[in-house]
């Protein structure tokens, strides 16, 4: 499944490399790509995959980025 996730404070590429490495390394996740100029985050997971969602928006808080949509 892809899902494109807007977030708040995604502001350069260092944060989006961070973003993409921590949402990456969730079990479920086959690929990730941030992006600071349209504050979004583009995922493709294994929708199967249980709690794969709640892990994905935890990552990405975690990096400092809020999840607003």
């Given amino acids: ?5 807007y977030v708040v404070g995604m502001f350069d ?3 989006e490399q961070t973003v993409q490495k921590a949402v990456s390394a ?3 996740v086959t690929s990730c790509t941030a992006n600071a100029t ?3 985050v ?3 997971f294994d929708e199967g995959a249980a709690g794969v969602e709640d892990a994905i ?3 990405i808080s975690g990096c400092g980025v ?3 949509g």
């Fill in 38 to 40: 349209k504050s979004q």
């Fill in 42 to 44: 583009l995922v493709n």
């Fill in 66 to 68: 809020d999840v607003i």
């Fill in 26 to 28: 969730v079990a479920g």
């Fill in 57 to 59: 928006n935890n990552a």
């Fill in 13 to 15: 590429e260092q944060t």
């Fill in 1 to 5: 499944m892809e899902k494109k996730i």
